[in-house]
């Protein structure tokens, strides 16, 4: 049974920034991929950035590239997103989701993650 866990969202002023951590557990985290999608009011869930198993892909959405970065310590079995510069657009809940299958791959597509987090609240205020 996976269990993610997240943690470090809040309430920041734009401009500012604030660290996710999502800690793992149930199968060997270091065979999967990692990927981080949030859900404002009103909206669809949409995909922010991805992780290969190793660390060494990464992937991110337009609308965070440059601003937020992707991470993770497969001895620790957590992935962090750090958001820097955050704008009032960027207030949502934050999941974050592993790999179905073992690739060597990123992902962007909801589907191709069978295990999610519970998330966490990032408001950003104007």
């Known amino acids: 049974q996976v269990q993610l866990v997240e943690s470090g969202g809040g309430l920041v002023q734009a401009g500012g920034s604030l660290r996710l951590s999502c800690a793992a557990s149930g199968r060997t985290f270091s065979s999967y991929g990692m990927g981080w999608f949030r859900q404002a009011p009103g909206k669809e869930r949409e995909f922010v950035a991805a992780i290969s198993r190793s660390g060494g892909s990464t992937y991110y959405a337009a609308s965070v590239k440059g601003r937020f970065t992707i991470s993770r310590d497969n001895a620790k079995n957590t992935v962090y997103l750090q958001m820097d510069s955050l704008k009032p657009d960027d207030t949502a809940v934050y999941y974050c989701?592993?790999?179905?299958?073992?690739?060597?791959?990123?992902?962007?597509?909801?589907?191709?993650?069978?295990?999610w987090g519970q998330g966490t609240q990032v408001t950003v205020s104007s």
């Open positions: 989701a592993q790999r179905q299958t073992r690739t060597y791959d990123t992902s962007l597509i909801p589907n191709s993650y069978d295990s």
